[in-house]
T-cell receptor, first 115, second 113 residues
């Protein structure tokens, strides 16, 4: 079946603008994760959804970052008033269940460049 | 806190050479450990995992053993191929309320014929 998809694949925006990044998880996967990879660094956990609720938002770097998930499917990560340090590849992953060691399947990522 | 440290790259090898990529971790409790791989132009994918001490994960000729006494999970392959060229990420899951992953910085492997 289809894997995790993300859009757009690339986004260039001006500092101070808002951006929305979209993730379509694998159908039936209840857990959805957002990660960020800045240049030369490992992936950082941002937020996790179980169904439509987000029990763990501990990785969101500031209140400019928010995310939602609807219909236990699509998720949107919104960054308001973007800053240059927000430039990174944003990765989404989904898994069948949130705990129990189920494999996380990753999307191809959205490369965000803030100029 | 929880963290993962892996050797910096790039690692450059000739085909059929032996590969080791070192990974050590810091965690409370008993995390699960993973190696993920990202081939050029592709998404991140799970290579292998181990969920408890002394477990060995293996896949595609790669192996890693969960060593609690040295808090390590080194990736090895006996004979690399050009097609193994990729970026390899070591990760742990602290197994709290979620299986969120904590990653190392990644190691780029380049294999030449």
């Amino acid at each position: 079946g289809a894997g995790v998809s993300q859009s757009p694949s690339n986004k260039v925006t001006e500092k101070g603008k808002d951006v929305e990044l979209r993730c379509d998880p694998i159908s039936g996967h209840t857990a959805l994760y957002w990660y960020r990879q800045r240049l030369g660094q490992g992936l950082e956990f941002l937020i996790y959804f179980q169904g439509n609720s987000a029990p763990d938002k501990s990785g969101l770097p500031s209140d400019r970052f928010s995310a939602e998930r609807t219909g236990e499917s699509v998720s949107t990560l919104t960054i308001q008033r973007t800053q240059q340090e927000d430039s990174a590849v944003y990765l989404c992953a989904s898994s069948l269940r949130p705990t129990g060691g189920y494999e996380q399947y990753f999307g191809p990522g959205t490369r965000l460049t803030v100029t | 806190g929880n963290s993962v440290t892996q050797m910096e790259g790039p690692v450059t090898l000739s085909e059929e050479a032996f590969l080791t990529i070192n990974c050590t971790y810091t965690a409370t409790g008993y995390p699960s450990l993973f190696w993920y791989v990202q081939y050029p132009g592709e998404g991140l994918q799970l290579l292998l995992k181990a969920t408890k001490a002394d477990d060995k994960g293996s896949n595609k000729g790669f192996e890693a053993t969960y060593r609690k006494e040295t808090t390590s999970f080194h990736l090895e392959k006996g004979s690399v191929q050009v097609s193994d060229s990729a970026v390899y990420f070591c990760a742990l899951s602290p197994l709290s309320i979620t299986d969120k992953l904590i990653f190392g910085t990644g190691t780029r492997l380049q294999v030449f014929p």
